[in-house]
């Protein structure tokens, strides 16, 4: 269940209540793939972070190793030690992306492995059932991913292949959610807005999936590729037709800067595998903008990456020591950069959240909103 608390402009501060905790929006989900931060970062990990969501790979996990055998392990929850909500993305981003071979049709998509070429079968049906298994607080509908720019016509007929998608998703969940043995019976779903960078395709796909009451909502298919001043525009084009009532999810988004922007434009909730890969290259975000620590001038720094920060990298070690870290080629600079970047990233969403509860939202973005995305 969404609250709304308050608003400053279209910018909203609320609070998500799940079977599995309470979310203070906006907030940031952290991005564990397979059950895990890359980097070597844990969920016991994120709790000292900051962290309120993490956000687990349903294609990843039913490929390796196996939804059934999470299910058996006690779901997701049990199986990662990360108690507060987790989110599954539905699988449909990594088919259209990572499968090769792939053929679509109206029950779902044909496709083989990654990993290990097999064949597998994914709809509607099969994600959610994927999805069960792993006993998720929220999960995603199956959608279909179209590549931006896509002809009109292409975009029409996924978005609305989308909404026919999403209506099984729903009838499956709720035939799942009643079954004596399923892992979490209060699994939350969420629906993807597609349409490419059309504005009526955006806002008559929003239309049709709001009828349908669904726990949250989120615009996909955006970040892939096209100028930010177009994402932009699309969010702004669909958020009138977004419920107020319910929690809104932009996927895949972003920089501090797009974070920020997309606020301002009423979402909620955000994920982006940007913090931590970001960091295990060295590229590490601070309030004063992008540094790279492999740069000749951190040699003989002894100072933290950021001075104030709070993180457990920088209240032990220096950019000298890290910078070597890097060059020694040894695991843990890639460990130490990623808890920074994600503790800066969560650090953010809660000073969002501050500027909020202050109604000095506009001040903080006038000041960091361009900022936060230069590099030093």
Same mark, same amino acid.
């Given at each position: 269940?969404?609250?709304?608390? &308050? &608003?400053?402009?279209?910018?909203?501060?609320?609070?998500?209540?799940?079977?599995?905790?309470?979310?203070?929006?906006?907030?940031?989900?952290?991005?564990?793939?397979?059950?895990?931060?890359?980097?070597?970062?844990?969920?016991?990990?994120?709790?000292?972070?900051?962290?309120?969501?993490?956000?687990?790979?349903? #294609?990843?996990?039913?490929?390796?190793?196996?939804?059934?055998?999470?299910?058996?392990?006690?779901?997701?929850? *049990?199986?990662?030690?990360?108690?507060?909500?987790?989110?599954?993305?539905?699988?449909?981003?990594?088919?259209?992306?990572?499968?090769?071979?792939?053929?679509? *049709?109206?029950?779902?998509?044909?496709?083989?492995?990654?990993?290990?070429?097999?064949?597998?079968?994914?709809?509607?049906?099969?994600?959610?059932?994927?999805?069960?298994?792993?006993?998720?607080?929220? @999960?995603?509908? %199956?959608?279909?991913?179209?590549?931006?720019?896509?002809? +009109?016509?292409?975009? &029409?007929?996924? @978005?609305?292949?989308?909404?026919?998608?999403?209506?099984?998703? /729903?009838?499956?969940?709720?035939?799942?959610?009643?079954?004596?043995?399923?892992?979490?019976?209060?699994?939350?779903?969420?629906?993807?807005?597609?349409?490419?960078?059309?504005?009526?395709?955006?806002?008559?796909?929003?239309?049709?999936?709001?009828?349908?009451?669904?726990?949250? =909502?989120?615009?996909?298919?955006?970040?892939?590729?096209?100028? &930010?001043?177009?994402? =932009?525009?699309?969010?702004?084009?669909?958020?009138? +037709?977004?419920?107020?009532? /319910?929690?809104? #999810?932009?996927?895949?988004?972003?920089?501090?800067?797009?974070?920020?922007?997309?606020?301002?434009?009423?979402?909620?909730?955000?994920?982006?595998?940007?913090?931590?890969?970001?960091?295990?290259?060295?590229?590490?975000?601070?309030?004063?903008?992008?540094?790279?620590?492999?740069?000749?001038? =951190?040699?003989?720094?002894?100072?933290?990456?950021?001075?104030?920060?709070?993180?457990?990298?920088?209240?032990? %070690?220096? *950019?000298?020591?890290?910078?070597?870290?890097?060059?020694?080629?040894?695991?843990?600079?890639?460990?130490?950069?990623?808890?920074?970047?994600?503790?800066? =990233?969560?650090?953010?969403?809660?000073?969002?959240?501050?500027?909020?509860?202050?109604?000095?939202?506009?001040? #903080?973005?006038?000041?960091?909103?361009?900022?936060?995305?230069?590099?030093?």
């Amino acid at each position: 269940m969404y609250k709304l608390i &308050k &608003k400053e402009n279209n910018a909203r501060r609320g609070e998500f209540v799940t079977v599995h905790g309470t979310v203070q929006t906006p907030a940031f989900m952290n991005v564990a793939t397979c059950g895990a931060i890359k980097g070597a970062v844990s969920a016991l990990d994120l709790k000292e972070l900051g962290c309120q969501v993490q956000l687990c790979n349903t #294609y990843h996990l039913h490929v390796r190793p196996g939804d059934e055998l999470v299910k058996k392990l006690g779901g997701i929850h *049990k199986f990662t030690r990360w108690e507060g909500p987790i989110l599954t993305d539905s699988g449909g981003f990594q088919v259209f992306s990572l499968a090769k071979l792939r053929k679509r *049709k109206e029950e779902g998509v044909n496709f083989n492995s990654h990993v290990d070429g097999r064949h597998i079968f994914m709809g509607p049906e099969e994600s959610m059932r994927i999805q069960s298994n792993l006993g998720s607080t929220i @999960a995603m509908a %199956f959608d279909e991913c179209v590549e931006n720019p896509a002809e +009109y016509r292409y975009a &029409k007929e996924a @978005a609305d292949r989308t909404v026919r998608w999403l209506i099984r998703c /729903k009838a499956e969940m709720e035939r799942l959610n009643s079954l004596p043995d399923t892992v979490n019976n209060n699994q939350l779903l969420f629906g993807i807005n597609q349409g490419c960078t059309y504005e009526d395709l955006r806002i008559e796909n929003m239309k049709q999936i709001a009828e349908l009451d669904l726990d949250g =909502y989120a615009i996909g298919g955006l970040a892939v590729g096209e100028p &930010k001043e177009d994402m =932009y525009r699309i969010i702004s084009a669909v958020e009138p +037709y977004m419920p107020a009532d /319910k929690i809104r #999810y932009l996927m895949g988004v972003g920089t501090p800067g797009n974070i920020i922007e997309a606020v301002s434009r009423g979402v909620d909730l955000f994920d982006c595998v940007m913090p931590s890969r970001n960091a295990r290259h060295g590229h590490l975000f601070t309030h004063s903008g992008i540094i790279n620590i492999s740069n000749e001038k =951190y040699l003989d720094d002894d100072t933290p990456i950021e001075e104030g920060c709070q993180c457990p990298t920088c209240q032990h %070690f220096s *950019k000298a020591y890290i910078r070597h870290l890097f060059k020694a080629k040894e695991m843990l600079a890639m460990r130490l950069c990623v808890m920074h970047n994600l503790y800066f =990233y969560n650090t953010l969403m809660r000073e969002i959240r501050d500027a909020l509860d202050e109604n000095r939202f506009e001040e #903080y973005k006038e000041k960091y909103v361009d900022l936060l995305d230069t590099r030093i």
